[in-house]
C-alpha cells in the first residue's frame, strides 16, 4: 500500500520562503494533494497536483513533482506568520479514492 | 457553500463508554469518510461511504466501532466499548465521489478523550 513520509518540523522567518518536502512510495497515485491544519481545526485544502503535471503554482504556493524519484514539494514564498500549521502531503494511493497521509511537517515562522 | 459539519467538538468519557459523533457532508456530495487522527500523527481512514453503501471497513476495529449511513447524507460513527488508545480527533470529509480527481473536504473534528 501507499506510504507517504514527510520531515516532521520546518522553522523559517517571516518573509522567507518555504519549502516542505514529501516522498510517496505509490506510483500508481494519479493525484497528490497539500492539506493545512491550523491549532483545534480540521484540514484545509491547500492544493493538488495531476501526476502527468511537473508544477503547478497558485498566488504564494509552488508544487513541484518529481514522479521518477516520488517526491513532491510545497514552496510557500513570502511566509506569513498565518501561515504557521502543520502540513500533511496526501496521495490517492487508494483504489477507493481515499486518501493516504504522512505525519504532517510543523511550520513555524518567527517574526 | 456550507463546509462539513461535525458534532460534539470535545468529548471526554471513562474507558468502557460508549460515545457517538455526527457528521452531516457537503450538500450532494456521495462520497462520506471517517478518520481518525491520533496526536501527532497523519489522519488514518477508518470507513468510507459511497452514498448509504460501504465501499472500505478494512481499518475499522469492527469489535468496538460501528459506522451507518442510513439515508445516503449524515453519518454516524459509534465507539462501544471506549478504550485508551481511542483517545483521538475523527474527522469526517466528504467529497463529489471516488474519483482521484474529487478531493476530500474535512469538518472541524470530534476530540476524543478517553480516562
Known amino acids: 500500500g501507499e506510504d507517504v513520509e514527510q520531515s516532521l518540523f520546518l522553522s523559517v522567518r517571516e518573509g522567507d520562503s518555504s519549502v516542505i518536502n514529501c516522498t510517496y512510495t505509490?506510483?500508481?497515485?494519479?493525484?497528490l494533494y497539500w492539506y493545512k491544519q491550523e491549532p483545534g481545526a480540521g484540514l484545509q485544502l491547500l492544493t493538488y497536483?495531476?501526476?502527468?503535471?511537473d508544477m503547478k503554482q497558485d498566488q504564494r504556493l509552488t508544487v513541484l513533482l518529481n514522479k521518477k524519484d516520488k517526491h513532491l514539494s510545497l514552496r510557500i514564498a513570502d511566509t506569513q506568520t498565518g501561515d504557521s500549521a502543520i502540513y500533511f502531503c496526501?496521495?490517492?494511493?487508494?483504489?477507493?479514492?481515499?486518501?493516504?497521509f504522512g505525519k504532517g511537517t510543523k511550520l513555524s515562522v518567527k517574526p | 457553500e456550507a463546509g462539513v459539519a461535525q458534532s460534539p467538538r470535545y468529548k471526554i468519557i471513562e474507558k468502557r463508554q460508549s460515545v457517538a459523533f455526527w457528521c452531516n457532508p457537503i450538500?450532494?456530495?456521495?462520497?462520506l469518510y471517517w478518520y481518525q487522527q491520533i496526536l501527532g500523527q497523519g489522519p488514518k481512514l477508518l470507513i468510507q461511504?459511497?452514498?448509504?453503501?460501504?465501499?472500505?471497513d478494512s481499518q475499522l476495529p469492527k469489535d468496538r466501532f460501528s459506522a451507518e449511513r442510513l439515508k445516503g447524507v449524515d453519518s454516524t460513527l459509534k465507539i462501544q466499548p471506549a478504550k485508551l488508545e481511542d483517545s483521538a480527533v475523527y474527522l469526517c470529509?466528504?467529497?463529489?465521489?471516488?474519483?482521484?480527481?474529487?478531493?476530500?473536504?474535512f469538518g472541524n473534528g470530534t476530540r476524543l478523550t478517553v480516562t
Open positions: 450538500s450532494g456530495h456521495a462520497t
Open positions: 497536483i495531476f501526476s502527468n503535471m
Open positions: 496526501a496521495g490517492s494511493g487508494g483504489s477507493q479514492g481515499n486518501l493516504i
Open positions: 505509490d506510483s500508481s497515485s494519479t493525484y
Open positions: 461511504f459511497q452514498n448509504n453503501g460501504v465501499v472500505d
Open positions: 470529509a466528504s467529497s463529489l465521489d471516488r474519483t482521484a480527481s474529487s478531493p476530500l473536504h
